[in-house]
Every structure is written in C-alpha cells, then in structure tokens.
C-alpha cells in the first residue's frame, strides 16, 4: 500500500456513488464489514454516524479503519484506503448527512428517526 | 448480528455476483478491506487465493473474517457474513477458480501466471 494522499487518478472513485464497504475491529478483536455512503472532501473520507452505530463504537474503541470502494463503472476497478478516524463531531444542520443523501439519491436525507442526532466521522487516509 | 446458517432470504445475494468485500486483520492489528470474487456452496463461503496474497498470509495469521456483499439489484439490501477459515487447500484442477471465473465471466480462469498454484480457502459461517 502506498503511503500518503489518494492518488489523483483514483479520485473519480472517490466522487462516486460507489458505497464503502468500511472495515472495523468489533469489541471482540475481530472484524467487521459493512457497506455505507460516503463523502469525500479532497483529503478525508466523511462518514456519517449516529450515536448507537456499531461502527461508530467499534471506532471510538479503536480507530483504525480500512475501506474498499469499487468503480461502479468497472468492478474490477478498486480502491482500497487505510486510515483512522481522526474527530467526529456534531453534523450541524445535517448538512453533511444532506449532502451525502443528496449525492447518492438527488434529495436530502429523509429517513431520520425523531429525535436522531447525526455526527460527522472524519477519516484520515494514511495509505 | 444473529449466530448461525444464512438465513434463507439472503441465498439470492450468495448466488448473485456481487462482489464481496473482505476484512482481515493485517499484521499490525488493523482492518483491511478488500472486493473478491466469491462462491457459496449452500453452507460455506468460498474464496480463491494463491498463496502469497496479503489477504491470505492474513488469514493465517488471524483466521477471523467478514465479508458483506451487496444486492447487485438494489444497494440497498446487503448481508454481513462473520465467520473464519477453516481450511485452505490446493484447488485441484483450478476447479474452484474456474466456477468463480465461470460465474462473474462466463469463462473460465484466463488470468493465471504461469507456474500458478491456486488454494481453496473455506470461510465458515459463524453469524
């Protein structure tokens, strides 16, 4: 795995609607695999979490993650990234959770139960 | 994540050729995550390595894995598989190899290097 940035010829990818399949260690030490949408902002993976999310508290435990994003133009075309959540915090407004609705369905979120609290999870990509 | 067989409902996913994305522990504890052909014999999931694949080497390491693939119909419909493996052998006569390539390409394996031994590795179904 090279080190570093996403190279540039795989940022198509990266501003597709191809879903992450995000890979995480659960409580026990062993992994998980789970596929979601996502956002990239030209250097973080943006994931969007609720509170109670197994990811999420998977992620709080330990924050290394991988994800693995197929081309849905040519599925044996992949990238793979390998990083770590650096911060989440509270999606304001849910103006991230809205933008990723809106980039994989054309409409904002609408699926949101009373009362959700959406976070926005910050991805470092190390490699 | 309930324990047990897939339940019947998901045999069309495991049938299906969507692609499935693997997570394994690497050799420094982190998750990696990667998209596999696969085939499914009614009770194991079924992957092909050869030997000096990372996944693999991993697996060796640290049987524990997770798979989740996506409905080629409808992304929004997945199954998580959380399993091990349970053994790895040489893939007599490519069989293995040339099922999965049969299924995603209607063809079988035409990519091989020469002098390329491939394993069967079985991927029992925990939850």
Same mark, same amino acid.
């Given at each position: 795995?090279?080190?570093?940035?996403?190279?540039?010829?795989?940022?198509?990818?990266?501003?597709? %609607?191809?879903?992450?399949?995000?890979?995480?260690?659960?409580?026990?030490?062993?992994?998980?695999?789970?596929?979601?949408?996502?956002?990239?902002?030209?250097?973080?993976?943006?994931?969007?979490? %609720?509170?109670?999310?197994?990811?999420?508290?998977?992620?709080?435990?330990?924050?290394?993650?991988?994800?693995?994003?197929?081309?849905?133009?040519?599925?044996?075309?992949?990238?793979?990234?390998?990083?770590?959540?650096?911060?989440?915090?509270?999606?304001?407004?849910?103006?991230?959770?809205?933008?990723?609705?809106?980039?994989?369905?054309?409409?904002?979120?609408?699926?949101?139960?009373?009362?959700?609290?959406?976070?926005?999870?910050?991805?470092?990509?190390?490699?």
């Amino acid at each position: 795995m090279p080190k570093g940035p996403v190279p540039a010829q795989y940022h198509d990818i990266l501003n597709s %609607t191809g879903l992450a399949h995000v890979a995480t260690i659960g409580p026990d030490g062993r992994p998980q695999s789970n596929p979601v949408w996502f956002a990239w902002d030209g250097e973080h993976v943006l994931l969007s979490f %609720t509170e109670s999310k197994k990811k999420y508290q998977n992620l709080l435990k330990n924050p290394a993650i991988a994800l693995s994003i197929t081309d849905p133009a040519n599925p044996l075309r992949y990238i793979e990234i390998r990083g770590k959540l650096e911060s989440s915090e509270l999606d304001e407004g849910n103006a991230l959770i809205d933008g990723i609705a809106t980039k994989y369905t054309g409409a904002p979120w609408a699926w949101g139960q009373p009362g959700e609290v959406r976070l926005k999870g910050v991805i470092a990509v190390e490699s």
